[in-house]
């Protein structure tokens, strides 16, 4: 039960895009599309952004987007508002339990 | 609207035991899977456990496999996390999570609780 791996840091000025990625293996990312996407602000819950690798609930902002190529997920944000400044997680199934990434720490500068 | 409210946090020696509690209300209990995740101080989410909405199945972290066990309650709405012989790296804010998928197996969090913090310390 290996983390999926993530950058430790990632910026960006507001109104550009950031890509964060998530890799792992055939035996999570790669062979199942159950990837999600979680916001986390200091002190706070966390709020899932996208599941089902590409996939938003109900309110948040299409400047979000998911994707998956191989063993690799990655979150999109585009037009970077001050508010996305927060700790980004992405977490797979992995065929009876479940992982989550490191965590990747998003500045807007 | 879904609600999931955690209790039974707090400080206990090493080596003790607790069992948190996670109240469900806005939506059918038994219908779902719930996980229990962690969150050490200054440090990421880590998945600990979850079982399946009747109960059938019960997944664990390493980390935890042997000391920690899952289950649930649905004539009460609650989800328990029996936690035995604790360690310092338990220590972490415990949140209860409802899976996404219904009368289904449980693949990830989609509905959070906002936490219980459990300090592991003499």
């Known amino acids: 039960q290996s983390a999926l791996t993530q950058p430790h840091s990632v910026s960006g000025s507001p109104g550009q895009s950031v890509t964060i990625s998530c890799t792992g293996t055939?035996?999570?990312?790669?062979?199942?599309?159950?990837v999600s996407w979680y916001q986390q602000y200091p002190g706070k819950a966390p709020k899932l952004m996208i599941f089902?690798?590409?996939k938003r609930p109900s309110g948040v902002p299409d400047r979000f987007s998911g994707s998956k190529s191989g063993n690799t997920a990655s979150l999109t944000i585009s037009g970077l508002q001050a508010e996305d400044e927060a700790d980004y997680y992405c977490c797979s199934y992995a065929g009876s339990y479940t992982l989550f990434g490191g965590g990747t720490q998003l500045t807007v500068l | 609207q879904v609600q999931l409210v955690e209790s039974g946090g707090g400080v206990v020696q090493p080596g003790r035991s607790l069992r948190l509690s996670c109240a469900a209300s806005?939506?059918?209990?038994?219908?779902?899977?719930m996980h229990w995740v962690r969150q050490a101080p200054g440090k990421g989410l880590e998945w600990v456990a979850v079982?399946?909405?009747?109960?059938?199945?019960?997944y664990y972290a390493d980390s935890v496999k042997g000391r920690f066990t899952i289950s649930r309650d649905s004539s009460k709405n609650t989800l328990y996390l029996q936690m035995n012989s604790l360690r310092a790296e338990d220590t972490a804010v415990y949140y209860c999570?409802?899976?996404?998928?219904?009368?289904?197996?449980?693949?990830?969090?989609?509905?959070w609780g906002q936490g219980t913090l459990v300090t592991v310390s003499s």
């Open positions: 089902d690798v590409t």
């Open positions: 055939s035996s999570d990312v790669g062979g199942y599309n159950y």
């Open positions: 999570a409802r899976d996404r998928h219904y009368l289904s197996g449980s693949y990830y969090p989609y509905y």
């Open positions: 806005g939506f059918t209990f038994s219908s779902y899977g």
């Open positions: 079982i399946w909405y009747d109960g059938s199945n019960e």
